[in-house]
């Protein structure tokens, strides 16, 4: 994990500057349609890097909602931090395995670009599943397909080389095995979207 917690760090500056185009905004645009979000929820973004997708929540959830990001990464927050100074915005440093927040508080979690990196896809499930409000989303999210990002992944040098998002029938099983259930998975090409309720 160490290694991990170096490797984003030190690429979250390169990071932020290949994300901050009117192309990137586009696509998380039209991305973000798929997130059923409404005004005066709670939402953790988890695994949130320099908080790409923060204007979008905020104008979801309303001045009334909340929006927590989460983020193993100090570097990556601190960027997300110097940018965004909404009152109803909370940045908190922490792994997804094991969240330092009680049980039954958010009305959906939002996991982009994060999921295959987690070591222990399991026990992060389980961790969305105990936070959020029973019947409330998860939203596994990617601007790419699972074979484009697995194959992009399988390319990049460091520790990252070897996170894949599973196949369908192992995130049945991975979800199923959570608790979660109406599990809805939609991989297109530039897009792929796991849906299921706590």
Sequence with gaps: MTDRKKFFGEIAQDWEREHQNNKERGRLRKLFKH???????WIMDAGCGTGRLVPFIL???????????????????????????????????????????????????????????????????????????PGKPLYIAHLMSREELNRFHSQVKGPVTQDFLPAREEMEELFSSAGFRELVIKDERSLYIARAKA
Excluded: T
């Excluded at 997130?35 to 929820?41: G, M, T, Y």
């Excluded at 001045?63 to 570097?75: A, K, N, P, T, Y």
């Excluded at 969240?99 to 992060?124: S, T």
């Design 35 to 41: 997130f059923l979000l409404s005004r005066e929820d």
């Design 59 to 133: 104008e979801a959830v309303g001045e009334e909602g909340i929006l927590v990001e989460s983020d193993f990464s100090r570097e990556m927050l601190k960027i997300g931090k110097d940018k965004y100074k909404q009152k109803n915005l909370y940045f908190i440093q922490a792994d997804a395995q094991m969240i330092p927040l009680r049980e039954n508080i958010f009305d959906a979690v939002v996991c982009f670009a994060l999921f295959p990196h987690l070591p222990d896809k399991a026990r992060a499930l389980m961790e969305f599943r105990r936070i959020l409000k």
